[in-house]
């Protein structure tokens, strides 16, 4: 028995040696020293319910620390968790973000969405790496080289964008730049609410009249024509659309009806009183289904762009719904008209 006492005695002492002296005896064995917090080096693990910006945080982390191990846990290593759920973040915009170094061992890095968590990722590399992203090719993206990253002891952000939309940095650097389209998905729509493959050959009135004759139209074009608007189905063809853009994606804020690259609007005598009357002649089409999306989903944005012709003017002679959410081209306002259609949300 006495045997037995000093046996586990000399064990609690061995094991107590290495949870405590983490910065000798694990350094030498494994730790990837990774991070540094008030001048003391860890061993940096990365874990997270988030699966793309957790790879995607281990990918830069091994580039700029040349260190391959972030998954191994060691006692008294530094843990970033990715995706974590917070309570703060249910009273934040749906793309916000929250980081902070939670307690003396777990940093968490969580947006409200994937889309708010991938621009806390950025962030924390861009504030405790120098990380830096302009562009898709290789010498647009800076990864400077370092054993460890730096963080102080206590640190905490939240984030939330202070407009609804914005798209000025592109698809190559946007989760970077946290402007890949915040609430607005963007993209030419016309095409796909009434395909000319579908459509053009039983329906050429759903096509513009162009000097006194009716466009013809090869299947899947998807441009240079926009939709007549003295067509009835228009609404219920574009509350189809909307049904089926939600179902793939749910957690969109906006629904994307928006016009056609290229221009190509119909002179027919509707589309042309349409223009008269309210000085833009997407104002009422936009307006109409504002109301109908509105029924079907509340919490749910119209969104277009003040492009081509549907940025002749701001409309009048009509109040536009407060579910519309227009993007407007800069050059548009200052080259070309001193006003589109003002965003009504
Ligand atoms: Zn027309």
Redesign the pocket.
């Known amino acids: 028995m006495k045997k037995h006492l000093v046996v586990l005695v000399l064990l609690g002492i061995s094991l107590y040696s290495i949870a405590t002296d983490s910065s000798n005896t694990l350094t030498e064995v494994k730790s990837n020293n990774a991070i540094t917090v008030d001048g003391i080096t860890y061993h940096l693990v990365v874990s997270g319910a988030d699966k793309p910006a957790t790879k995607f945080l281990t990918q830069k982390l091994q580039e700029i620390t040349g260190q391959t191990d972030f998954t191994t846990p060691l006692i008294g290593a530094i843990t970033i968790k990715v995706g974590d759920s917070l309570p703060e973040l249910d009273k934040i915009h749906p793309c916000g973000y929250v980081m902070k170094f939670k307690d003396s061992k777990n940093i968490i890095l969580s947006g409200r969405n994937a889309l708010g968590t991938m621009y806390a990722v950025n962030d924390f590399l861009k504030r405790f790496a120098g990380y830096r992203k302009f562009g898709g090719a290789p010498l647009q993206e800076i990864v400077p080289r370092q054993k460890s990253i730096t963080v102080s002891a206590s640190f905490y952000f939240k984030e939330e964008p202070s407009i609804q939309s914005y798209a000025v940095a592109w698809l190559l650097n946007s989760y970077f730049g946290r402007s890949s389209r915040v609430c607005f998905p963007g993209g030419h729509s016309f095409d796909k609410i009434i395909p000319v493959e579908q459509f053009g050959e039983t329906h050429p009135e759903y096509y513009?009249?162009i000097d006194g004759k009716r466009v013809k139209l090869k299947p899947k074009m998807t441009g240079t024509w926009q939709?007549?608007?003295?067509?009835p189905k228009l609404i219920e063809l574009s509350l189809v659309y909307a049904d089926n853009y939600l179902k793939k994606n749910p957690a969109a804020l906006s629904i994307p009806f928006v016009v056609n690259d290229g221009g190509g609007d119909?002179?027919?005598?509707?589309?042309?009183a349409?223009f008269a009357k309210y000085g833009n002649q997407y104002a009422n089409y936009y307006n109409e289904l504002a109301k109908e999306v509105k029924k079907r989903y509340p919490n749910k944005l119209v969104s277009l762009y003040a492009y081509g012709r549907c940025a002749s003017a701001a409309p009048v002679n009509v109040k536009m719904e407060y579910n519309l959410l227009a993007a407007c081209r800069p050059e548009i306002f200052h080259f070309e008209r001193p006003i589109g259609i003002p965003t009504a949300v």
């Open positions: 513009p009249m939709p007549c608007l003295d067509n119909c002179q027919c005598e509707y589309c042309a349409q």
